[in-house]
Each structure stands twice: as structure tokens, then as C-alpha cells.
């Protein structure tokens, strides 16, 4: 059986532990690998390894981290087919959302490569009497990332790449699920000059994220990942003195107004719904019709779901592959047994469901009642839920009353109501015809509510303020001739 290897000092080594956990390909349902779970003196060895690493790579200029950006994003995008088909391989999606992945990880490469000019400090001259003050942005150290099985390669990205050229060093914990990505973009970055030691990988599941947490030369914790899980990360990390930023879950709601251009909104909310077979914290779970729009809406939503075709990364014409394991596809498959909503098209059916693999296909839900599980848990799978209400009002107190506030999204073609929407909606990302509002790298990606635990989202600006603190210098460089005793208190005027 395969085995994957950790990344540690410039190089991939062998796990030591006795635990094994499985990687399946959800495409046959058969086991493709295994990860070797790190142990936690192995997840120390990686810290250790980082926090060696860091002062070199810290007193390196910003021209020198800059340029191993470059050079890392052009090994990714000469590697790019390969990136896909180790994501399509262990994830399941198709070979064309895989490479969107890669692209959108692209973007915050690029991002990182530009980051020395958002890493100026400020400077005043004559603040005082002979004295200048002075900002400078300074790393943190080391910092650690625990990423989600559902972007293997776009979420790493998202958090190493803005951490490493601040000058800190990263240990990566990828999800067990889907971890080759993770030393395929590590060994980029060597290639790409990145020092030894300064990103190492440790593969494993709870116990490293333990060890993780605790290690107390880790001064911040990066996750992505279900809001009980990114609870637990932020407290706990918190706790020991860390800087946390945890992305939970979410419930995302698309409100269609009574104006919407139907078949737009009914083309957004197929591709929202079901891309990533909905295994993604942005897709759209809710559909919120308002008023009259419903019975058209459904009908046309309805109509594309059935020209979806689900199937493996190996056949050119899917466009919807499998879930991550038996297990998820199975929780995900239990909910269409539920009451409290009218299932129209019950994805069970779709021919893809008869073999080994993990797949369902897309499903859709009618008249369902916000107090069921079709609207009151993460599904995090293709099931899409529509919410009937009639007026805009009732569908904001949805978008709003709701635990969870990463994004939502609103379809019309009013103006006002739109700019209404983004004034009023409490989430954190807000789409105007636009139903997954993942903002580009030079903004920042993060939810509010239950969706977020610490201050700061991810990457971007936000991400370098995350990766980086603020030290302020004052200093004086006097004629010694006029030096002399003052105990006062230090005067600006």
C-alpha cells in the first residue's frame, strides 16, 4: 500500500507512528493509501525544524522572499495538470473544478509575490523636536495551518504563500483525506529556493492539530474547516497564547426576487448548489424565492439538475464527481429521508449511484421549513434546500437570524434592492448577481457569526495584518552639545 510521506527540512520522510488512516479513491470506493499519522514527536521535530529555519529566512530581503513567490508560482502553473490530477485522484471532483482550484490558489501566489509593497510601515518626520517616529511590520515566527479535504491545494496556498513572505515559517497540517497536494506544493517551493525547513508538512488527523495547539513555539494557528472543529481550534489555541483566525461553517442563502431574470438565477444556483458536488463553505445551500418568482424558479432549477452528469474525473463529459468518503456521502444521502421539505429531484437515482464509489447526485428540495435539518444543519454536500417567503423582508430576517455568516447573494434587477441587500445583510461576503462571492486575493476571504472565531479572515490584506505585528520605533539624534536632564513627561509640542 502507498504510503504518504511527511515534509520535513527541504525533503519527504517517512512516517515512524503505528497508525494508519486511509486515503480512498471516492471514485471506486477502494483504498488508494495511507497516511502515517504523526506522532506528536514528530509534530515537534517539524516546529523545531521551522523555528531553526526562521531567522535566516526572516533577515532574507523582501526582493529574496518575493522572488521564490514568482519563481513558486511559475513551478505551479507549469504544474498545474499534475496539481489537478493528485486533487481529482484523492478528492473526486473533475479535472476541470480541480484546475479552477489550482487557479484560484494562483491568484494568492501572485498576491504574495506583490505583498513587500503592502509590508511598508509608516514614517513622520519632526514628530517632535529632533524626533522622527517610525512603523515597521514584523513576522510572528513560527506559524501553523490546518486545512480541509474539500481544496487540498487552493487553501495552503491561501495561508503559506502570505505567511512566508512576511518572513515567517509554516508547518502545514492537510487534511488526512486528500494529502498529496500538500508535498507536491511544498517541493515546488523548495524548487522554487524556498530554505530548508522553512514550510514542513506533518500529515495526520487530531492528534497533530493537539500538538499543534499546544506547541508553544507556534504563535499562530491558521484553520479552515466545520464551526464546531474551528471552536474548538480557536479556544483552545487562544487559550495557550496563540493568534488564531478558525473559518467555520456556513449556510450561504441566494435570495431571488420577484425581478430576477429566471434563467440567470436558475443557471447560478445549479452551478453554486452543486460545483464541488456542494462539498465547499461558500456554496449555496439556501435558495430564498420571494413571492412569485418560486414556481418558475423551482421549475428551472429542476430542469438543469437533470442534464447534470455525475461521474468520475476519468470521463471527459462529467462535470459533478463523488463525495470524499462512504461515510460523508452516506450522512449526506440520509438527510433526502427527512421531513420538513418536498424533494423534487432525489439525487439517489442518478446513474453514477449504482457502483462502488461515493456518489450522489444533485438534489433539490422544495417548500422546505426553516426549523428542519434541510435548513438548520451544514449538508455540505449536493443538496439544495428552497425556502419560500414573500416578501423581501422575510427573506433578509433568513439571511440575518441564521447562526452561520460567511456570504450571500441576491438576485435582481433592482438597484436599490441590491444596494439595500449589501448595506443590510450581516455575513461577511455579499454577491450582487454573483452567487459565490469569493473575493479576489488582493481582498480578504472570511465569514462573520459562527462562520468566523478571531478578528482577522484570510489572506489578503487582512491575511499580511494576521502573519505580521506593528512595532513603533521613536528615535532622537541630538546635537550631544544640547543634551540634558529631563524628568518630564516626554513633550510633542
Known amino acids: 500500500m502507498k504510503q504518504i510521506n511527511h515534509w520535513l527540512d527541504g525533503g519527504a520522510v517517512a512516517g ?17 493509501a495511507e497516511v502515517v499519522a504523526a506522532t506528536p514527536a514528530e509534530v515537534r521535530a517539524a516546529v523545531r525544524s521551522a523555528k531553526a529555519a526562521q531567522p535566516a529566512w526572516r533577515a532574507a530581503s523582501m526582493s529574496r522572499r518575493a522572488e521564490v513567490m514568482f519563481r513558486f508560482r511559475e513551478l505551479v502553473e507549469a504544474n498545474r495538470k499534475e496539481i489537478a490530477a493528485l ?5 473526486g471532483k473533475t479535472v476541470a473544478d480541480a484546475l479552477g482550484e489550482v487557479a484560484r490558489g494562483l491568484e494568492n501566489v501572485e498576491f504574495a509575490a506583490a505583498a513587500p509593497a503592502l509590508l511598508k510601515g509608516g514614517y513622520t518626520e519632526q514628530a517632535s523636536t529632533g524626533v522622527d517616529v517610525y512603523s515597521i511590520r514584523q513576522p510572528l515566527g513560527v506559524v501553523a495551518g490546518i486545512t ?32 498529496s497536494a500538500s508535498l507536491l506544493l511544498a517541493d515546488l517551493l523548495r524548487q522554487a529556493g524556498l530554505p530548508a525547513g522553512a514550510l514542513n508538512v506533518v500529515q495526520g488527523d487530531r492528534e497533530a492539530v493537539e500538538a499543534l495547539l499546544a506547541d508553544p513555539d507556534i504563535a499562530a494557528i491558521s484553520f479552515v474547516g466545520s464551526t464546531p472543529v474551528a471552536r474548538f481550534v480557536y479556544e483552545t489555541g487562544t487559550r495557550a497564547g496563540k493568534r488564531v483566525q478558525a473559518l467555520g461553517g456556513a449556510k450561504n442563502h441566494m435570495v431571488v426576487l420577484p425581478d430576477a431574470d429566471v434563467p440567470i438565477a436558475a443557471d447560478a444556483a445549479v452551478s453554486a448548489g452543486f460545483g464541488s458536488a456542494g462539498e465547499r463553505c461558500m456554496a449555496v445551500s439556501v435558495v430564498v424565492a420571494v413571492g412569485s418568482v418560486a414556481e418558475p424558479l423551482v421549475a428551472a432549477i429542476a430542469d438543469r439538475i437533470g442534464r447534470i452528469t455525475v461521474g468520475p474525473a476519468s470521463d471527459p463529459d462529467a462535470q ?8 460523508h456521502r452516506d450522512r449526506v444521502s440520509a438527510y433526502l429521508d427527512q421531513s420538513g421539505g418536498q424533494v423534487v429531484v432525489d439525487g439517489r437515482t442518478a446513474p453514477a449511484c449504482r457502483g ?22 451544514e449538508i455540505f454536500g449536493p443538496v439544495l434546500s428552497v425556502v419560500r417567503v414573500d416578501t423581501y423582508d422575510e427573506a433578509l430576517q433568513l439571511v440575518n437570524s ?20 449589501q448595506y443590510d445583510a450581516v455575513c461577511g461576503m455579499v454577491g450582487v448577481n454573483v452567487p459565490i462571492p469569493v473575493p479576489v486575493a488582493y481582498y480578504s476571504f472570511g465569514g462573520w457569526k459562527a462562520s468566523l472565531f478571531g478578528d482577522l479572515h484570510m489572506y489578503g490584506p487582512e491575511g499580511l495584518q494576521f502573519y505580521t505585528r506593528t512595532k513603533v520605533v521613536t528615535a532622537r539624534w541630538p546635537d550631544p552639545a544640547t543634551s540634558v536632564v529631563d524628568l518630564g513627561f516626554p513633550k510633542v509640542r
Open 16 to 32: 515512524t507512528g503505528d497508525r494508519r488512516l486511509p486515503v480512498w479513491d471516492p471514485a471506486t470506493g477502494e483504498q488508494q
Open 87 to 91: 486533487l481529482a485522484a484523492e478528492h
Open 148 to 179: 480541509p479535504f474539500n481544496f487540498p491545494a487552493m487553501v495552503p496556498m491561501w495561508m503559506f504563500c502570505t505567511a512566508l513572505v512576511a518572513g515567517n515559517t509554516f508547518v502545514l497540517k492537510p487534511s488526512e483525506k486528500d494529502p
Open 320 to 327: 459533478m464527481g463523488p463525495l470524499i468518503t462512504r461515510e
Open 356 to 377: 462502488s464509489g461515493f456518489f450522489l447526485g444533485a438534489s433539490l428540495v422544495d417548500k422546505v421549513a426553516t426549523d428542519s435539518p434541510y435548513y438548520t444543519d
Open 402 to 421: 441564521n447562526p452561520y455568516g460567511n456570504g450571500a447573494a441576491i438576485f435582481t434587477r433592482d438597484g436599490g434592492a441590491a444596494r439595500r441587500f
